[in-house]
């Protein structure tokens, strides 16, 4: 009599999961949860601060004694009267074309220096290369950078402020990378067919490279817009002042802006608002427009860093 053997099927050993394989716990859940929670709240409750006090009324500034945290009322009255005119709104226009006329320079600068140090064969392009990496460790020093923007003769002229700063080396390098990235078989396949380099450039390179691009000009822009000590420097002329050097100087100085004799028979304005409310109403001025172009921007904002960061 035979007796056929139970064989048993054991599963075969599962390997150890790998810690980018595990499942968070409930606890670091919310401890992550907890810790950015803190971290928004943070970022936040400044701009939360500005905001109310300048929108507070007098009253309410009075009796919080200084910054407001809790709205007591609703006063559009320090608004009103930095756009009625005057100072802060030529600074605004000023800080407007800075930041249009000199991001379109500097992008444009920037990807032609970029697309030519790319381009391996070119003269030179190591040399180029170095100079550039070398501003990364070596500063122009202030008298020398004051000696040359004097004798070109660019005091109160706005391209002082614009010429000195239109290449940045780190958005050199950046979008200097993103184009080695591209296909070359691209590139070479247009060079065969005839494409001379800029219309490669025109219509093959830039269509590629819009992240890198986007992400380029928002960093030109949040500097031009921010542009302060070179105005410090070298614009004299109140007229040309731009919004933050005007808003370094009202703040610092513990004043309010310069306004019109009638401004208490502004429409909406029932008194003269409080020094402080038109201070945070500049502040306010200032932040909104880089919040308002960061969104369209944002979903480029990664990519282009990351990829013009892959490859140098």
């Excluded at 907890?34 to 409750?45: C, E, H, N, P």
């Excluded at 809790?70 to 930041?99: E, H």
């Excluded at 050199?172 to 065969?192: G, H, K, T, W, Y």
Aim: charged content about 10%; proline content about 7%; hydrophobic content about 55%.
């Amino acid at each position: 009599m035979s007796t056929t053997p139970i064989v048993t099927k054991v599963p075969p050993p599962r390997g150890r999961r790998q810690p980018w394989e595990e499942k968070p716990s409930a606890a670091g859940q919310t401890g992550k949860g907890a810790v950015l929670t803190f971290v928004v709240l943070a970022v936040l409750f400044p701009m939360w601060v500005i905001v109310v006090t300048s929108l507070s009324p007098r009253e309410a500034i009075n009796n919080a004694g200084g910054l407001v945290i809790v709205p007591q009322g609703l006063d559009f009255s320090a608004y009103v009267a930095i756009f009625s005119g005057g100072r802060v709104t030529r600074a605004l226009g000023v800080s407007m074309f800075l930041a249009t006329a000199g991001t379109a320079l500097s992008v444009v600068l920037t990807i032609l220096a970029a697309y030519g140090l790319s381009r391996q064969g070119s003269f030179g392009h190591r040399t180029l290369l170095f100079v550039f990496l070398l501003t990364f460790f070596i500063y122009p020093s202030l008298i020398p950078s004051y000696l040359v923007v004097t004798g070109l003769g660019l005091r109160d002229n706005l391209l002082a402020l614009i010429l000195p700063t239109a290449v940045s080396a780190f958005n050199l390098i950046v979008m200097r990378a993103f184009f080695m990235n591209l296909p070359q078989d691209l590139i070479e396949s247009a060079r065969i067919d005839g494409a001379s380099e800029l219309r490669i450039l025109l219509q093959i390179v830039m269509p590629l490279s819009r992240a890198v691009i986007a992400v380029i000009s928002l960093f030109y822009a949040v500097g031009y817009w921010n542009a302060f000590f070179n105005a410090m420097l070298y614009i004299q002329n109140r007229d040309l002042d731009p919004i933050q050097r005007v808003l370094q100087q009202y703040v610092l100085a513990g004043q309010a802006p310069p306004l019109r004799g009638d401004v208490a028979n502004l429409p909406g304005v029932a008194s003269v608002p409080p020094s402080l409310a038109i201070q945070m109403a500049v502040v306010v001025v200032t932040i909104v427009p880089c919040v308002v172009i960061y969104p369209f921007v944002q979903r480029h904002f990664v990519k282009g860093v990351i990829i013009g960061a892959v490859k140098g």
